[in-house]
C-alpha cells in the first residue's frame, strides 16, 4: 500500500471535521439575530432617575390634586366627624389609618413663619389650625401620595419610590414656593391648592402647595 492510501482516512477525517465546523458556524449564523441600537437600549433600560421621573409627572399631579382638591371647610368637618369616612370619600388609603387628600383653602395670611405661613379659614371647625408648609417642613410624600395614581409597586424597592417624594418637594421648592414672596403676605388673601395627610395633631392641617395663588 502507498503513502497516500496509508494516510487518506485521516484526511478524510480532518476533512468531516473542517465541513462539520463550517456547518456549525453558518448554522449559528442564521441563527443570531442582529439587534438595533433601539432595541439593545430597550433591552438594557437605564438606571432609574427620579429626577426626571419628577420632573415629568409633578406637572401632571399637580394638576390632578387642583382638579380633585376639597375645599377644606367641607374636609376639615368631615374629618372631625370621621376620619376614616372622610378618608374613604375625599382621600386615598395609605394604610394604618392614615389617608392622603387633595385640598384647597383660602384665608387670609395672619403669620409667615420660617416653616410654615399661617392661614385664617373661615367656616372651619373651632380651633382649626390651617398652615402652609414652607422651609422644613415642606413634603413631597402627601403630593406624591394624595391622587393615588402612583404606587410602591411602580418601583423597583422603596429608595426609588422615597426618592420621588424628595424629588417632588424640590419641585415645589422651584416652582411654586421660588416665585412667592413671604414677606409681603401677611394680611393678603391667598387660595393654596396642595395635599394633606392625616397622622398629626387634630385639627392641625399642613397643607403641602403645588400652587398658591395671591390676591393683589
Do not use: C
Not at 366627624?81 to 374613604?88: C, E, R
Not at 410602591?152 to 426609588?160: N, V
Not at 395635599?195 to 393683589?216: N, Y
Request: charged share 20%; hydrophobic share 40%.
Amino acid at each position: 500500500m502507498g503513502p497516500d492510501l496509508k494516510h487518506r482516512p485521516a484526511s478524510m477525517k480532518w476533512l468531516v471535521g473542517v465541513v462539520t465546523l463550517a456547518a456549525l458556524v453558518v448554522a449559528a449564523a442564521l441563527d443570531t439575530k442582529f439587534l438595533s441600537p433601539q432595541q439593545v437600549a430597550e433591552l438594557n433600560p437605564p438606571p432609574f432617575s427620579a429626577e426626571s421621573y419628577a420632573a415629568d409627572k409633578f406637572p401632571k399631579v399637580a394638576a390632578m390634586i387642583k382638579e380633585k382638591a376639597t375645599d377644606l371647610t367641607v374636609l376639615a368637618a368631615a374629618v372631625e366627624s370621621d376620619q376614616g369616612t372622610a378618608g374613604k370619600q375625599y382621600g386615598q388609603d395609605l394604610g394604618t389609618g392614615n389617608f392622603a387628600f387633595s385640598v384647597k383653602a383660602t384665608g387670609t395670611v395672619e403669620e409667615v413663619a420660617d416653616n410654615f405661613v399661617l392661614l385664617a379659614v373661615q367656616d372651619v371647625p373651632k380651633d382649626t389650625v390651617v398652615r402652609i408648609a414652607v422651609g422644613p417642613t415642606l413634603s413631597g410624600t402627601p403630593v406624591r401620595d394624595a391622587t393615588g395614581t402612583i404606587k410602591f409597586g411602580d418601583f423597583t424597592d422603596q429608595t426609588d419610590y422615597q426618592s420621588v417624594a424628595n424629588q417632588f418637594k424640590l419641585q415645589m421648592q422651584q416652582t411654586v414656593l421660588a416665585k412667592l414672596d413671604t414677606s409681603s403676605l401677611k394680611g393678603k388673601q391667598v387660595a393654596v391648592y396642595g395635599a394633606w395627610s392625616t397622622g398629626g395633631p387634630p385639627k392641625s392641617f399642613l397643607v403641602q402647595p403645588v400652587d398658591i395663588e395671591v390676591t393683589p
